[in-house]
């Protein structure tokens, strides 16, 4: 091994690949998995969101998935029923202390020269005191506004540079479409939850947005704070009757609305991880395939090559077993070393990654999980011995007559 460096060399830098790519696979993984938990909490811990939901078409029966909603949804269908009504029968809940209801709209922003286009988000007075977001200059709206339809906003930290650069905009008129809304505060800068920037949203009142912007009397979703965790499904199951109470639905299976607490949220984003996880460790298993059958080739050469040396060994003594040991022992030496390098190159690659998403405003946590070694020094060694056997085979299965006559 020591005498063909760069034999040697090239079988280990294929396994080095391959194992720093599980490394990062992994690291990754916990990487998103806090990243998503973090914005999933951003929004509180002991809430209960309730969003529209298309239901299954009568003719076909039965419900459909959170999936095939949400892509009728992302079509184009619309969901109606969900309205204010519906959140102050919620309210009454003795479990829930507070709510707030949302719409989403999208329209051109502009002050003075400046235009820009911006996500418009129509939420209930009662927003700021459930959310975690904060304010960082002037105030928020206030209920009463909201019911009056009063024309004012609250811009996030990265639309108030957009328009105002480093000027004061507290007190200002921009203009929404048409229709002038006067500048009350500023959020403090929050980051991007997946594609969506909060920092990048103007708050409205929802009222103003439903009736003077949209002409709907609908919304998309509600968030419910909640008094008591431990008792959370049981309030789910309350909203859920209300609601259908409400909707003039008898069957569950034909709900309009989707109900879920804090606890179903984490659980599915843990499926989702853990399934792309193992999505990436399946891709990078080919990595290590073609890692291994380098193994295979330099180890095949090497028996070529080394067939008078062990035409000789055979000679002396060495039986099947022996032969069979050196080889092998030289395979999961290869392995193994390209498992330890590839763990170190992992971990360097993943912290770069962490860095580098900091650097972007994501809260994305730099960690090497301890199963992340184990696995990768077992790929590394089973894929070793796994590629080192044949050869191995070959080298005790020579003559050791025709060996010797081949030097």
Do not use: C
Request: neutral net charge; glycine residues 10%; aromatic residues 8%.
């Amino acid at each position: 091994m020591i005498s063909n460096k760069m034999r040697t060399s090239l079988a280990v830098l294929g396994i080095v690949i391959g194992i720093a790519s599980v490394i990062v696979v992994f690291s990754a993984g916990e990487g998103i998995r806090s990243l998503v938990v973090g914005q999933v909490e951003s929004f509180g811990t002991n809430i209960i969101e309730t969003e529209v939901k298309v239901p299954k078409k009568s003719a076909k029966g039965g419900s459909s998935s959170d999936m095939e909603s949400g892509m009728a949804i992302a079509q184009g269908v619309q969901v109606t029923t969900l309205t204010l009504s519906d959140m102050a029968d919620i309210n009454k809940l003795p479990n829930v202390i507070d709510s707030y209801a949302a719409i989403m709209s999208q329209e051109q922003v502009s002050y003075g020269n400046e235009l820009r286009k911006s996500y418009l988000s129509g939420v209930s007075a009662s927003f700021i005191d459930i959310d975690k977001s904060e304010i960082a200059e002037g105030r928020f709206f206030s209920d009463v506004e909201d019911k009056s339809l009063s024309e004012v906003v609250v811009l996030g930290s990265k639309m108030k540079k957009k328009l105002f650069g480093d000027s004061d905009p507290i007190g200002k008129k921009i203009k929404i479409k048409k229709t002038k809304f006067r500048v009350i505060g500023v959020m403090k800068e929050r980051g991007a939850a997946g594609f969506i920037d909060f920092d990048d949203f103007v708050y409205v009142p929802i009222g103003t947005l439903q009736k003077k912007m949209m002409g709907i009397d609908y919304v998309l979703y509600m968030i419910h704070e909640i008094r008591d965790l431990s008792v959370a499904n049981q309030t789910a199951d309350d909203i859920r009757t209300i609601l259908r109470n409400n909707h003039d639905i008898s069957d569950p299976d034909k709900d309009d609305f989707n109900v879920v607490t804090m606890e179903e949220m984490m659980k599915v984003l843990g499926t989702v991880t853990n399934a792309i996880t193992l999505l990436l460790l399946a891709i990078v298993t080919v990595s290590l395939v073609v890692g291994g059958v380098g193994i295979l080739n330099v180890m095949y050469v090497a028996v070529s090559e080394r067939t008078p040396e062990i035409g000789l060994r055979k000679a002396v003594g060495a039986n099947y077993r022996d032969i069979m040991l050196q080889f092998l022992i030289e395979a999961v030496l290869i392995s193994l070393a390209g498992g330890i390098i590839g763990i170190f190159l992992g971990i360097l690659l993943s912290f770069l990654i962490s860095w580098g998403a900091g650097n972007f405003g994501l809260s994305w946590e730099f960690s090497a999980p301890l199963k992340g070694f184990v696995v990768a020094l077992s790929f590394s060694a089973v894929f070793g011995v796994a590629f080192g056997v044949y050869p191995a085979r070959q080298a005790a299965r020579l003559d050791p007559v025709a060996a010797l006559r081949k030097e």
